[in-house]
């Protein structure tokens, strides 16, 4: 998986964070369910999504 520069990654969490506001609160877990499907699609590596699972696995159970 490479590294996005820090930039490129700051504008990318803008447009994630404004597509979530326009698809609204009701289907916000649809939207990112779809975009996960997509953005596995588009990686070929297995490990790099295994890791990117886990690790988002990880945030989430930490929060709570």
């Known amino acids: 998986m490479s590294a996005l520069e820090t930039t490129t990654f700051e504008a990318l969490y803008d447009a994630l ?3 979530i506001d326009r698809v609204g609160p009701a289907r916000e877990t649809d939207f ?3 975009l996960a ?7 070929v590596d297995e490990a790099a999504i295994r890791a990117a699972l886990a690790a ?3 945030s989430v159970s930490d929060a709570s």
Request: proline letters at 0%; a negative charge.
């Open 32 to 34: 990112l369910a779809r």
């Open 56 to 58: 988002a696995e990880a």
């Open 17 to 19: 964070a404004a597509a």
């Open 37 to 43: 499907l997509l953005l596995m699609h588009a990686e």
